[in-house]
Structures are given as C-alpha cells and as structure tokens.
C-alpha cells in the first residue's frame, strides 16, 4: 500500500502523542497516592523511550514512501538520482581542480 501525505501527517502526529504519555508518568510520579519505585519509574520511561522510537520508526517509513526513497523508489528513479549526484560530483570536481587554461607560451 501507498502511502500519501495524509498519512504522513497522521504519523508526525502520533509522534506528538508520545507528550501525553509523557504526561501521564509525570502524573504517576508527581500526583499518585502511591510512591513509585526507582524500578517502576526506569519501567515507564524506557517504555515511552520505546514509544517514541516506533512511531519515529513508523514515521520515517512513511516519509520514505511518500517521496519514494529507498526502497519504496522505482528503478527510474534510483537511475535519475544517481545521474543528478554523478552530475553534481563532476562538477565539484572541476571546481576543486580545474583543467589547466590553454593559452600562449612565453
């Protein structure tokens, strides 16, 4: 399946979802009754670190496919890019060593 720019922005918005889990460890730590251990803190912060990789993860894909790199890119495509930068390179190249200038002897 393709994805859109639709898509792509529903997933940078699940990446800003990761704030209110955030909130919500915050609010276990902070305004809960119960005191949480150092072991249960790590437990909800690595998993919202685990969280946030995912949906970066996800996110990443989807930009991917959106404007087709990597993998998601067609053959023409990967052709075309790489005689863009072959292009580039040359013409860094003659910039950084030019040919020498034909011109009379003395």
């Known amino acids: 399946m393709s994805k859109d720019r639709f898509d ?3 997933d940078i918005m699940n990446v800003w ?4 889990h955030l909130d919500k460890v915050i609010w ?5 009754p ?15 670190k685990q969280s946030i990789d ?8 989807t930009f991917c496919q ?3 790199l990597n993998e998601y890119a067609s053959q023409e ?11 580039l390179q ?7 060593f030019p040919a020498p200038k034909k011109g009379k002897k003395k």
């Open 8 to 10: 792509l922005e529903n």
């Open 17 to 20: 979802a990761v704030k209110d």
């Open 28 to 32: 276990r730590m902070m305004d809960h």
């Open 34 to 48: 119960e005191v949480m251990s150092e072991d249960q803190i790590w437990n909800h912060l690595e998993s919202v």
């Open 54 to 61: 995912l949906h970066c993860e996800a996110l990443m894909d």
């Open 66 to 68: 959106v404007f087709q």
């Open 77 to 87: 495509m990967k052709d075309y890019r790489a005689s863009i930068l072959d292009s």
């Open 90 to 96: 040359q013409q860094a190249d003659e910039e950084d």
